[in-house]
């Protein structure tokens, strides 16, 4: 355990070392930037203040007004505070003091240093010029000057230096220079400015952020590492523990896989059973419907097509007997020709002959036999289109063509137009479509007879079915030019049992079974609508083939 807690305290210490060192390194990098830019700002403000003293000098010899308009001009300056004029450097001078010659206009300087130094020394300056031949003698205390700058600035008393040719103002050791900031080309090209950075340096917590920033990370991690040690201790003695479990378990596992292969058995057996029983719900619920369908197919075979093909036998008899009664008529009408026209027999006959008006009906009986026929065909037509519809509700998913199914349903749909009615069809040559053809049939046949209960018995109505294909998608709109609905009635249309028909007159479900089944075919249908408007519902159906099963359903 004390090994582990040694390499865990290792650890920890290499950890805030490394730490430490790069945030020291990073800090005094960034501090000494900090400090580089404040000894510029002295620099900047030094050289500043010297060249605007010898502009003054300038200005004072070109007006020939001497030491005394260069006092007055240098009054708003704060070199001023530390500057001395007067008529010769010789009363100017101080022990230690070295001596600068400038040419005014050439800014050129010649420099004499003497062979005693003083701390107090200063810069004496003999300013000249060339054209007019007049001269100033100035001292600046340079010592002063720099210091009360470099407090201007808040740095306080800043060590510093000024060298000329290995000659210090005042003299310091090399070893306070190496800690120093160099300017080359201080007042004159031949003078260097060193500034002392240490003062700035110790502002600054180094030490104490580095040190703060190496604790901060190197606690969390000792607490991390304590507790990933008790974490792994405590691993160890539940792993010890599952040992000895183990062996109980592997016992218990034994009789336990005893008892369940008799537990499998036993599930396989009542597994078998509900199969059995869910195979015989379904075939059952399928041959209650089968026998639902039969028996209404049955009912309309035996209500309906019997009589049709009974009114068809007798109209086909009846056909031929008028063609008999009618041949008969012509023999009589020819044999009345022999007969006395003033006899009784033919008087009797001329009059019911124009009095029954026998040409008339023998002319139209043909023809009101043939559409007495027409009509009896329609209705076998449409009950034919109703088996066939009913008849495929169980077809499933297959690939058909789907106009040709569709063609029933428009059957069915116009059998219940109305005269003011119009239905136009704009189909598509189309690939074989993967549906239940039944039940997109139910969901077109229901939106017709929505379109024309709708219009009603408004004149010009008009029910438009057009088709468009579009990347293997087929668009099937049902447009009419009915009432419209509002925005309200829009939102609820496909809700089950919402209805805008009187009680008893609808469910409410055909359109909500249309949306279910379009759905279940991985399609979808839009409903465009405004009051007054008419009605457009679009049908989006996918032409390729899908794995969706949709189920059994009847429209409204």
Request: glycine share 6%; net charge negative; with cysteine.
């Amino acid at each position: 355990m004390r090994r582990y807690l040694a390499v865990i305290l290792l650890l920890v210490i290499a950890t805030a070392a490394v730490v430490y060192d790069g945030v020291f390194r990073y800090e005094n990098s960034r501090v000494l930037a900090i400090s580089n830019h404040l000894l510029e700002r002295v620099y900047s403000r030094t050289m500043r203040e010297y060249y605007a003293l010898l502009a003054d000098a300038r200005t004072s010899i070109e007006r020939d007004g001497g030491t005394h308009m260069l006092l007055t001009l240098q009054q708003r300056s704060p070199l001023s505070n530390f500057l001395e004029a007067g008529p010769s450097l010789d009363e100017l001078r101080q022990p230690g003091d070295w001596q600068v010659s400038v040419s005014l206009e050439e800014l050129s300087s010649s420099v004499a240093v003497p062979l005693d130094t003083h701390d107090k020394a200063g810069l004496l300056l003999d300013l000249y010029s060339r054209y007019s031949n007049q001269r100033l003698a100035l001292r600046i205390d340079m010592q002063n000057w720099i210091h009360q700058t470099t407090e201007d600035l808040g740095l306080g008393l800043l060590p510093f230096t000024v060298t000329w040719r290995g000659n210090a103002l005042p003299q310091l050791d090399d070893g306070d220079m190496q800690s120093m900031t160099l300017f080359n080309d201080f007042l004159i090209p031949e003078f260097s400015l060193y500034l002392s950075h240490n003062e700035i340096l110790e502002l600054f917590n180094q030490y104490t952020l580095a040190i703060l920033v190496a604790a901060m990370v190197s606690i969390p991690e000792a607490i991390l590492l304590l507790w990933l040690w008790r974490q792994y201790f405590r691993g160890r003695n539940l792993q010890k523990v599952l040992e000895r479990t183990s062996l109980d378990l592997q016992r218990q596992k034994q009789q336990n896989q005893a008892r369940s292969r008799m537990l499998k058995k036993a599930s396989e057996q009542v597994k078998g059973l509900n199969d059995d029983l869910e195979k015989a719900r379904i075939r059952m619920e399928l041959s209650e419907r089968l026998a639902a369908l039969g028996e209404i197919s049955a009912g309309i075979a035996h209500e309906i097509n019997n009589p049709v093909a009974y009114s068809l036998s007798n109209l086909s008899t009846l056909k031929e007997d008028l063609s008999v009664l009618t041949e008969f008529i012509q023999q009589v009408d020819k044999a009345t020709d022999l007969l006395d026209k003033d006899s009784e027999a033919y008087q009797a006959l001329l009059k019911a002959y124009q009095s029954l008006d026998v040409p008339d009906a023998l002319g139209s009986a043909p023809e009101r036999i043939h559409d007495a026929s027409e009509g009896i065909e329609r209705v076998a037509r449409i009950i034919q289109d109703m088996r066939k519809l009913s008849r495929g509700a169980n077809d499933g998913m297959r690939a058909c063509d789907l106009n040709r199914e569709l063609e029933s349903v428009f059957n069915i749909a116009r059998s219940r137009l109305k005269g003011n009615i119009q239905l136009i069809t704009e189909l598509q040559a189309l690939p074989p479509v993967h549906c239940n053809p039944s039940q997109i049939g139910q969901v077109v046949l229901n939106m017709l007879v929505n379109s024309i209960q709708a219009i009603g018995s408004d004149k010009g109505g008009e029910i438009t079915l057009r088709q468009v294909v579009h990347d293997q998608q087929l668009e099937m709109s049902i447009c009419d030019n009915g009432p419209g609905m509002d925005e309200e009635t829009a939102s609820k249309v496909f809700e089950p049992f919402f209805t805008t028909k009187d009680e008893g007159q609808g469910t409410g479900m055909g359109l909500a079974l249309c949306y279910q089944l379009i759905e279940a075919h991985q399609g979808r249908i839009e409903l465009a609508t405004e009051k007054g408007k008419g009605t457009c519902f679009t049908v989006w159906l996918p032409l390729g083939t899908s794995d969706v099963s949709a189920g059994d359903s009847h429209a409204e």
